[in-house]
C-alpha cells in the first residue's frame, strides 16, 4: 500500500490559508456580482449620461481600494460592493436594450458565460505551470483591443463588432486562466478583495462579448 503524504505544518498552514483566500474571493464575487444585478435593475431607465458617469465613478472605487487596503480591509471591501452597484448602473442601459430587442441573447450570454468561465477558470485553478508569461501577453493584448475598439468608433470594418467580441473573448480567457491560477497560488486573505475584482471583470467582459455575438446573428 502506498503510504499517506505527510505535509509539514508550514504546508499545512498554507494550504489552509490558501483555501479560505479561495472562499472568500468567490463569496465577494457573488456579492459584487448580486449588488450588480441590483445596479443594473435600478438603473434600466436612466439615461445614457447617467451610466457614464457611474462607469467612472466605478472604476475610481477600483482605483481607491488600492489605497484602502493600506487603512482597512472592511473598507476595501466596501468599496468593491459599491464598485459592482455602480457598473450595473452604466451597464444597465445596454442591458434594458437587449432585453427589448432580444431578450434570449441575454439568457444565451449569461449561459455561454457560465461555461466559458468554469472551464478557464478550473483550467487556471489546475495548472501547474508558470503563467507569468501569459499575463504579460494578455495584458499588451488588452491594451490592443482597446486601440482596436476605439478604432472601430472612426472606421467602419466589415464584421468589425463580430471580430472585436471574438478577439476579446481570446484575450479575456488568457485572463481568466491567469486570475485564477494567482488565485489557486494566493494565501494573502488581505488579496481577496482584488482577486474578486479581476474575476468579476473577467465575468463582465465575457457576457457583454457573448451578448454582442448571439445578438448580432441576425444582423450577418
Given amino acids: 500500500m502506498d503510504e499517506p503524504i505527510a505535509y509539514q505544518p508550514d504546508e499545512l498552514a498554507a494550504r489552509d490559508r490558501s483555501r479560505t483566500v479561495f472562499a472568500q474571493t468567490m463569496g465577494y464575487v457573488?456579492?459584487?456580482?448580486?449588488?450588480?444585478?441590483?445596479?443594473?435593475?435600478?438603473?434600466?431607465?436612466?439615461?445614457?449620461?447617467?451610466?457614464?458617469?457611474?462607469?467612472?465613478?466605478?472604476?475610481?472605487?477600483?482605483?481607491?481600494?488600492?489605497?484602502?487596503?493600506?487603512?482597512?480591509?472592511?473598507?476595501?471591501?466596501?468599496?468593491?460592493?459599491?464598485?459592482?452597484?455602480?457598473?450595473?448602473?452604466?451597464?444597465?442601459?445596454?442591458?434594458?436594450?437587449?432585453?427589448?430587442?432580444?431578450?434570449a441573447a441575454l439568457w444565451e450570454a449569461g449561459g455561454a458565460t457560465a461555461l466559458f468561465i468554469a472551464g478557464f477558470g478550473a483550467a487556471g485553478y489546475a495548472t501547474r505551470r508558470d503563467l507569468t508569461v501569459l499575463a504579460r501577453i494578455g495584458f499588451w493584448a488588452l491594451l490592443a483591443l482597446?486601440?482596436?475598439?476605439?478604432?472601430?468608433?472612426?472606421?467602419?470594418?466589415p464584421y468589425g463588432a463580430l471580430i472585436y467580441s471574438i478577439l476579446g473573448l481570446l484575450v479575456f480567457a488568457g485572463l481568466t486562466v491567469v486570475d485564477f491560477q494567482r488565485l489557486r497560488r494566493s494565501t494573502d486573505v488581505d488579496s481577496a478583495p482584488f482577486l474578486a475584482a479581476s474575476i468579476f471583470l473577467d465575468v463582465l467582459n465575457v457576457f457583454l462579448f457573448f451578448l454582442q455575438i448571439f445578438s448580432g446573428r441576425d444582423n450577418a
Avoid: E, H, N, W
Fill in 146 to 157: 482597446i486601440v482596436f475598439g476605439v478604432v472601430l468608433i472612426f472606421v467602419q470594418i
Fill in 30 to 103: 457573488a456579492g459584487t456580482a448580486a449588488l450588480f444585478a441590483l445596479g443594473a435593475y435600478l438603473g434600466r431607465d436612466v439615461a445614457g449620461g447617467v451610466g457614464l458617469v457611474a462607469f467612472f465613478a466605478a472604476f475610481a472605487c477600483l482605483i481607491g481600494m488600492r489605497f484602502a487596503v493600506r487603512r482597512s480591509v472592511r473598507l476595501t471591501v466596501g468599496l468593491l460592493g459599491v464598485f459592482g452597484l455602480l457598473i450595473g448602473l452604466a451597464v444597465a442601459p445596454t442591458l434594458a436594450y437587449y432585453a427589448s430587442v432580444d431578450p
